[in-house]
């Protein structure tokens, strides 16, 4: 009798994978999550925190190439809350990119299961609330995915694997932050860094007593893998183990000729991959610093977050001064770093072909963006704005109206493809983007601190960038051989940094400033890519739980509620609001030997 159900259940589950235009053999990863507010004291003083099963920072994502990810969100936050991906391409599946233009917001008490393949795709990456500054109280998590036993990794199997999350951070939390930029108030110098929701090690008098900081345990002549992620607010951060080299191997999913860093920055919304090796001689505990780039070191001396390294071995504690970063006002030394980071095109990545086989430098751009972006004030407000145009977000997503022909929530194409001489304005821009057409972003950074900007459901190249102003010949400066292919790219101050991108991935995907700031004040837009041709090949349909909102409101029949009335802090969870393929996977997980809970 099970064996028949097993059958029966397996060739259910396929057919519907099959409509979804997906693969029954690929195996499934599942995950309960409840958030809800915890309250810590991560640099001396108690304030509420976005944790995830009780956990700050929240679980770390471990899959594996083409395996389908579900993720089970119940919101027992008092706000709307949506968790988007950073780097995760969501191939064919912008409806789970979890972003105010592809999704409504999940309401308190609610939940919502995210399903989504990891498809052709490796590497690290992290996810984050992308509503209301939600990210400066925390929700973040590291993703790891990994490779197929049948792929080869281009560096031995590390002997231990740490997920590390650095960050400025404010005490004051998400929603003080969210109502001082309301009244036009910046949120000015972080009260400090974290290192995995932890304060700085006591390396000196200035840090309160009584704080928890990370330790990294570790045995001598092993090897470890550090995936280190930048899920701050707004500041840069340079990251470095005392007396040890970091060999560079990969980032945001693509393997990088290797390098050694003594010292490494890592900007706003940006994960690294690093290989060090114990070889010291262990006397005592070593520091792991993160501390902010290009500011006053006497007014910022205090944002530094400092964690240790234990070798099992070691004679004592770390004591004594800081190991030095590069000068913090030398540009030139984080700008040629960033220079030197390069594809690896000899390594696969998710395929067996190597990275290189695919020739992005002889493919014709077919589209250009200038984005210049700037601070404006609008109607009285302040603003950010690309090419003097703020974002405006409507109540109802853009997915979602571009779905049902709604007219009036956006207008494609008014917004100016470089930037031109016009009152700045406030409009829910969307530009669109050729169906497998080649596009050139050029990023012009005017201002005197660093920008970081990412584009959702796809890794761009990064082709060049360097000090002052972009001109048609920078275009003989590109980099056409082996440009990183990331999803998040900073541009130094009065500077540019061009990416290009083959749009490949069908849905309205999100380019946006990482800073919070920035993003939460309008650095963002949105790019149409849309194919004709409307067939499961190249986009998902819409998912049978997709929650309503805005002019579409009516359309919510009953809400996705498995909270229990007493909305317990663990959060008492049932699959009977799920959609018929999320229930019919958690079914299956009885007799299907490829789906494990997490």
Known sequence: MGGT???VLFSLVCAILFFRGGECLDPFSYYEWTVSYMTVAPLGVQQKVIA???EFPGPIINTTTNYNVQINVLNNLDEQLLLTWNGIQQRRESWQDGVSGTNCGIPPSWNWTYSFQVKDQIGS????????LQRASGGFGGITVNNRAIIAVPFGTPDGDFTVMIGDWYIAGHKALKSGLDKGQLPGMPDGVLINGKGPYPYNDSVPKGINWETFTVQPGKTYRFRISNVGSSTSLNFRIQNHNMLLVETEGSYVTQMNFTSLDIHVGQTYSVLVTMDQNATSDYYIVASARFVNTTIWANVTGVAILHYTNSQGPASGPLPDGPNLYDQFFSLNQARSIRWNLTAGAARPNPQGSFHYGQINVTQTLLLRGSSQVINGNVRYALNDVSYSTPSTPLKLADYYNLSGVYTLDTFPPKPISKSPILQ?????????????IILQNDDSAVQSFHLDGYAFFVVGMDSGNWSEASRGTYDKWDGVARSTTQVFPNSWTVVMAELDNVGMWNFRSE???NWYLGQELYIRVYNPE??????FPIPDNVIYCGELEYLQKRPYNTLSKTKSSTGAQSFAPLSIFSLIVVVAAVTWEPLHYV
């Open 5 to 7: 159900c097993g059958a």
């Open 534 to 539: 409307n067939n499961n090949k190249t986009e």
């Open 515 to 517: 800073l919070l700031p």
């Open 52 to 54: 995830i099963n009780g």
């Open 428 to 440: 829910a821009s969307v530009i669109s983007g050729t169906y497998r057409g080649f596009m050139e």
């Open 125 to 132: 990456f992290c996810y984050f609330p992308s509503l209301s």
